[in-house]
Structures are given as structure tokens and as C-alpha cells.
């Protein structure tokens, strides 16, 4: 059964929350066979973020990412900026959280490059909610599976990002 064309879900890690992005990710259901599309990057800091002066151990703690992490394996952000434009151009990208905005704003500004997609300031939840009642799918079923995906939630980004895509197809395929 084919799925409609369906929105892209990124969630962001942060070294704090008033800090820097450290990973972003993204998921999105591909139209033609129902397949979950996802990606991920580890964020390389620039220098003049100065990350250790804004790293928060309890972030460190719940996301599982440290400093060295990042400054060995993380991606410049002028190549995870080009990657996410390539990948994702015209499309609109829903988050959970509105920190996740910004977060993703510095990537851009870091790397001196627009996007080529738009974010909704609707919450990846109110979009389900709203898919949710429009496609008549059972609330409390979604409810029942959206409670069931926080609990095993991993807090990392680009699981993040699929727990609300497996959402999305679980409303769009299975609807009335």
C-alpha cells in the first residue's frame, strides 16, 4: 500500500539546553513503499562555540554523547548542512521540541547556507494528533503508541526522529 507523501521528522542533542547542537537526525516515510528513510550526524563544535564552557554532564548523561565524541567524529556543519539541502530540499520538517529550532538554526549559520527546506513551528505531536483525527485513527490507539514510544525513547536524534515517523506510518497505513 503506497502512504502519502508524508512530512520529515529532526530531532537535535545539545551539549545544554542553552548550549550547542551536538547531533542532528531525521526520518521521514518514503512514499512509493512505505520504507522509513532516516540519517544521522555527530556535530563537529567551531571553535568559537567554546562547547566546554555550556556542557551540561546531566545532557551528556541522558543523550550519552561526550565532548571527545564529537571533536573526533563529529561532522563539519557545512557538510551536514549540504547533506540535509540535498536530501531534504523542499520538504517540511517537524521537531518535538521548540529548542530543536535553534539548534538546527546553528548548523545553518555555522556553515553559511540556507536551507532548502522549510520548519513548521507545529509540533511533530499536534501534526500526528491533527493526521490523527482527520484519517478518523483510533486517538486512543495513537495515544497507547505514542506513550509506548516515549518510554523506550533513547535520546538520540536520529531514533528520535524514527520513533515519529514509525508513528506517522503506523496513522497513515493503518487509517479507515
Not at 554523547?65 to 540535498?86: F, H, L, Y
Not at 513548521?120 to 497507547?144: C, I, N, P
Request: glycine fraction near 6%; charged fraction near 25%.
Amino acid at each position: 500500500m503506497a502512504v502519502p507523501s508524508s512530512p520529515v521528522f529532526y530531532d537535535c542533542e545539545a551539549s545544554s539546553l542553552d548550549g550547542f547542537v551536538i547531533e542532528v537526525g531525521w526520518a521521514y516515510v518514503r512514499p512509493d513503499d512505505g520504507q522509513i528513510i532516516s540519517a544521522s550526524h555527530l556535530v563537529r563544535p567551531l571553535a568559537e562555540w567554546q562547547i566546554a564552557t555550556v556542557w551540561d554532564e546531566n545532557a551528556e548523561a541522558l543523550h550519552g554523547i561526550s565532548i571527545a565524541e564529537i571533536s573526533a567524529q563529529g561532522t563539519p556543519v557545512r557538510d551536514i548542512a549540504n547533506a540535509m539541502n540535498g536530501g531534504l530540499a523542499g520538504r517540511e520538517l517537524y521537531s518535538d521540541s521548540p529548542f530543536d529550532e535553534a539548534w538546527l538554526s546553528q548548523i545553518f549559520e555555522g556553515a553559511g547556507i540556507e536551507p532548502s527546506f522549510c520548519v513548521r513551528q507545529t509540533s511533530a505531536d499536534a501534526l500526528l494528533e491533527k493526521t490523527v483525527t482527520d484519517r478518523k485513527f483510533d486517538m486512543a490507539q495513537y495515544r497507547m503508541a505514542l506513550d509506548g514510544a516515549e518510554q523506550s525513547r533513547r535520546h538520540r536524534a536520529e531514533s528520535d526522529a524514527r520513533m515519529w515517523a514509525q508513528l506517522w506510518l503506523m496513522i497513515t497505513k493503518n487509517a479507515p
